[in-house]
């Protein structure tokens, strides 16, 4: 690939701004001055820019703790967007959140460029496991384990597919974690509608198998390792 395009990919600027560094001999490539943005480079060589080792990295993969107020999009004319969290180093990323999280919805929110694995994780077909940690205006009794082990039959008539229910906290407000394999729109809440109670309290905790890290404020992204990334493809997190 061209060298602008090596270090457009792993976010260092906008296309002028790079094509700029590179003629003004901040770019190194295996050693050697480089200053010709069309030159042919891989993900092998050895890339300085203004001294910095640049590691190639076509995608990448961020968990953010999602606050809420915060809509899970790219853009909007009125509300603000999980990208607006993102600090400078993320900005040449053309950056998407996989998946949505409501606006009053906290918690996992998984950022990529990568539209294929986007694809892949919401797939119904590939039932990443979701967790969910619910404050539930209402009684959640082990009847409802049961009814949601067996499918929820929402508003509009829909089934929902097996989910896990585990009951922390049961009294006129409980505290529950559920595990479901889809992601219909307001899903949680709407199986929480449909057995008589509301959600006051939603925080998304696991994705596959790979659970919110707990040091991350909200707000607060990381960037993602390989062994992380196949926690969430994994599938099951074993609440199933
Ligand atoms: N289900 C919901 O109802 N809301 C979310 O944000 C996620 C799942």
């Known amino acids: ?136 205006n209402g009684e959640i009794t082990s009847e409802h384990i049961k009814m949601f082990e067996n499918g929820i039959t929402l508003e509009d008539g829909y089934k929902t597919l097996p989910s896990t229910l585990k009951i922390l906290k049961s009294g006129e407000k409980s ?3 559920i595990t479901v394999c889809e992601g219909k729109f307001h899903q949680i809440k709407r199986m929480f509608e449909a057995i008589g109670t509301h959600v006051v309290y939603l925080k998304r905790i696991a994705m596959g198998n790979l659970f919110l890290d707990e040091n991350l404020k909200k707000g607060e992204v990381k960037k993602l390792t390989k062994e992380e990334i196949e926690k969430i493809i994994g599938g099951k997190n074993g609440h199933n």
């Open 1 to 136: 690939m061209r060298l602008d395009k090596f270090l457009a990919d792993c976010g260092l600027g906008s296309r002028k701004d790079i094509k700029k560094m590179i003629s003004k001999g901040l770019v190194t490539v295996n050693g050697t001055v480089c200053k010709a943005a069309q030159t042919a480079v891989d993900e092998g060589d050895e890339v300085y820019c203004g001294g910095k080792k640049i590691n190639y990295e076509k995608f990448i993969y961020l968990m953010m703790n999602k606050p809420q107020g915060y809509i899970s999009a790219t853009e909007d004319k009125h509300k603000k967007t999980v990208l607006d969290l993102l600090g400078e180093e993320y900005k040449y990323f053309t950056l998407f959140p996989a998946g949505r999280l409501d606006i009053d919805t906290e918690g996992f929110l998984l950022l990529t460029n990568d539209g294929n694995f986007a694809h892949n994780i919401l797939s119904p077909k590939k039932h990443v496991d979701k967790t969910y940690f619910a404050e539930i």
């Open 175 to 177: 505290q529950v974690e």
